[in-house]
């Protein structure tokens, strides 16, 4: 059953990369994981273009254990020497946009759930939602199915992590912040140029340290990605305008970062376009960990941002494929890393059933 589970997640694979599906434009897709569905006979739902289903077999007195991943893509980049929306296997290689990110973990998790789907002695419920919105944080994404889709106690979010656990994610708070001068003809004496001033700023967020360093996640990362003044070479312009990325550990809520920001960031204003991507993580004794540490797995705590910042209840971030090639050009899967991934997925769920 799992070889044919698996050579029809392949299948699919292939199928949802020759498919557009750029964030909120996912409709496309989830008609190919729809009629998944049906061809294994499982019933499902679809609200938006979030597709979801409960096993057979759902019983409200025992907890439950979502499965999760994303069929949404970022576009592509001019570097592609390959075309992203065509599935080509060379050398052991599954290449196409979406494959490693995170179309391998997606299907992976569509046949973990079809292998368990009839199962009557599990002591966890299962939920799947291919999930829609996940690259751009959207408002129609997984956030919108935990209304709707039944209590989550516990959750595997599969994403690239080299079938290794990651016990524990960085949030994110993006900042936009502004430093202020005195505009004026470049021709004139000026002591209060905004872009001289914003070079004590930049070098202050450079060098600045949160205090809490986690066990797992390390520092709290704070960089400058977009700076932005004047429209016209004679013209001093009035501010700098800087946005700053913050990847959040586990030891700070994002609200704590936004207030001591607020506090110490030298600008003349710096502003959190939203608080709502915290940290995330699940106790290293947790069973799903320990069954995934006595196979072998390392324990890890992830820089990057997932669909675990919109979940409360304890998150493992675990899937096939390499978390270096998400959103890189002629970004690949290994064909062996599903096949593998598949079958880690069942071990894992079989040892705490």
Request: contains cysteine; negative net charge.
């Amino acid at each position: 059953m799992i070889e044919k589970l698996t050579k029809e997640a392949i299948a699919l694979l292939k199928t949802l990369i020759e498919t557009p599906s750029f964030s909120s434009e996912e409709d496309k897709t989830a008609l190919h994981i729809e009629h998944w569905f049906q061809q294994h006979e499982i019933d499902y739902n679809r609200t938006n273009n979030n597709v979801w289903a409960i096993n057979k077999y759902f019983d409200e007195s025992k907890p439950t254990l979502l499965l999760n991943s994303h069929h949404d893509t970022v576009k592509p980049n001019n570097a592609y020497t390959k075309d992203p929306f065509k599935a080509i296997v060379e050398k052991g290689k599954l290449y196409g946009l979406g494959s490693n990110d995170a179309g391998g973990c997606l299907v992976s998790l569509l046949a973990t759930f079809a292998y368990f789907y009839l199962r009557k002695d599990m002591k966890y419920n299962l939920v799947l939602v291919a999930s829609a919105e996940e690259e751009s944080s959207g408002p129609k994404g997984l956030n919108s199915m935990l209304a709707v889709i039944p209590k989550v106690d516990v959750a595997i979010v599969g994403e690239p992590t080299l079938l290794n656990l990651a016990v524990a994610e960085k949030g994110l708070v993006v900042f936009d912040a502004e430093v202020k001068g005195t505009p004026s003809h470049a021709a004139h004496p000026n002591d209060d140029n905004a872009i001289y001033n914003s070079i004590s700023v930049l070098q202050w967020f450079q060098e600045y340290r949160f205090k809490k360093t986690s066990a797992t996640l390390g520092d709290v990362k704070m960089t400058v990605t977009q700076i932005n003044a004047g429209k016209q070479h004679n013209a001093v312009p009035s501010e700098v305008k800087l946005v700053v990325d913050v990847r959040v550990n586990d030891q700070y809520t994002n609200a704590e970062i936004v207030e001591i920001l607020q506090k110490e960031a030298p600008c003349s204003s710096i502003v959190p376009r939203s608080i709502r991507l915290n940290s995330s993580s699940i106790p290293v004794t947790h069973p799903l960990v320990v069954s995934g540490i006595e196979l072998g797995r390392e324990t890890y705590g992830s820089p990057t941002l997932s669909d675990q910042a919109t979940l409360t209840c304890p998150s493992l971030k675990l899937g096939p494929g390499d978390s270096t090639r998400s959103h890189s050009a002629d970004e690949f899967i290994y064909v062996h890393e599903i096949e593998e991934g598949i079958q880690l997925y069942i071990k894992l769920i079989e040892k705490i059933l």
